[in-house]
């Protein structure tokens, strides 16, 4: 028998916007205040607008839920070949930070655009693999599992 590789297997993957659903993020109780289905909406819109340069998804919970709203940014398929990792990103909840990820993934996001100093401010660590020393589960957007609290910067 021969195997054929689907065409998607080599598509190109553009810049794509991993938004947490789960347990936490998208919350009105943990997060009151903030417009969450609009958040969506304004992403998913942005992705339509990009002519296929942006995608958006959602996951259940990503893990870090003391930073809810999370979202991952992960490299284009070219900028992953030249060793870009995925930026995580917490406390995604007003228009200001929904903006900068937009506008930052739109430029090529990692591994393509210089992160701007204001949406740096919102990096977080992502989980650690499963089997580290202290470690739970839960998933994140790189395909490992892991959970971890407390953010980058200490907050």
């Known amino acids: 028998m021969t195997w054929i590789r689907p065409l998607a297997a080599r598509a190109e993957r553009p810049c794509t916007l991993v938004v947490c ?72 909840l007003d228009d200001t930070a929904t903006d900068e990820v937009i506008a930052w993934a739109e430029a090529g996001g990692p591994g393509t655009a210089p992160l701007p100093a204001t949406l740096d401010l919102h990096r977080i660590d992502p989980p650690a693999p499963a089997g580290s020393p202290g470690k739970g589960g839960g998933g994140n957007a790189e395909g490992r599992t892991g959970r971890r609290g407390g953010g980058r910067r200490g907050r």
């Open 21 to 92: 659903r789960g347990c936490c993020c998208g919350d009105p109780r943990k997060n009151p205040g903030t417009d969450h289905a609009g958040q969506l909406l304004r992403l998913r819109e942005a992705a339509a607008a990009s002519g296929g340069r942006l995608a958006v998804r959602t996951s259940d919970c990503l893990g870090p839920c003391a930073q809810a709203n999370v979202i991952v940014v992960q490299p284009t398929t070219e900028a992953r070949r030249r060793g870009a990792r995925a930026a995580w990103f917490g406390w995604a």
